[in-house]
Every structure is written in structure tokens, then in C-alpha cells.
């Protein structure tokens, strides 16, 4: 059974940093292109950032250059850093294949971006 468990998010002030993880279980990671996905109040769950199975990257023009996603094969990680909050970062932040297969959806990490 796939599990993907996010973890690392936390409250920051605008300008700041985090840098999130996500721990893959039940899945050849190596095989697969993964993604970073967002999902704020009242709004749709969104993509934030890509990234194949060669790790070639791709961002969202909304994050451009101030994320940064990575990913650990040996160790089946992913990370999200995340440089230059602002409050329209503050969402929940999940990953997941890219593209997403639903019932793989984690809980997620709580991102919240304020003063």
C-alpha cells in the first residue's frame, strides 16, 4: 500500500523559509515523476512543482525560482524548500505522483505565512 506522509510545515513570517519533506512507503519511487501540490482555504488543490524521474524540475510560474523541489531515491524522499513566503503561500501542502493519483493523497503539512 502507497503512503506518502508530508511533514516540515509550521508558521512563518513573510520573508521566511521552510523546507518540507515527504516520506514515500509502498512505491518504487525511482520510477515515478513526483509533485509538490498546495491546497489553501476555499480554494482548488493546485500544482506547485514537478519533478521526474531524472530530476528534471519544473515550477509553477506562481513559486517561479523561490521553491525548490528535490528528491532522495535511496532514502524515497521528496522535498519542497521553500524561500520568500508571502501570505499567499499559506496552504496546506501535500505531494504525490505527478500526475496525482487520487487515493494517494496524504493529510498533508500546514504551511501559514503571517506576521
Known amino acids: 500500500q502507497v503512503q506518502l506522509v508530508e511533514s516540515g510545515g509550521g508558521l512563518v513570517q513573510p520573508g521566511g523559509s521552510l523546507r518540507l519533506s515527504c516520506t514515500v512507503s509502498?512505491?518504487?519511487?525511482?520510477?515515478?515523476?513526483m509533485g509538490w501540490y498546495r491546497q489553501a482555504p476555499g480554494k482548488e488543490r493546485e500544482l506547485v512543482a514537478t519533478?521526474?524521474?531524472?530530476?528534471?524540475?519544473s515550477n509553477t510560474d506562481f513559486v517561479k525560482c523561490r521553491f525548490t523541489i528535490s528528491r532522495d531515491n535511496l532514502k524515497k524522499t521528496v522535498a519542497l524548500q521553500m524561500n520568500g513566503l508571502n501570505s499567499e503561500d499559506t496552504a496546506v501542502y501535500y505531494c504525490?505522483?505527478?500526475?496525482?493519483?487520487?487515493?494517494?493523497w496524504g493529510q498533508g503539512t500546514q504551511v501559514t505565512v503571517s506576521s
Open positions: 504525490n505522483k505527478y500526475p496525482p493519483y487520487n487515493t494517494w
Open positions: 519533478i521526474s524521474s531524472d530530476s528534471s524540475t
Open positions: 509502498g512505491l518504487t519511487i525511482w520510477l515515478h515523476d
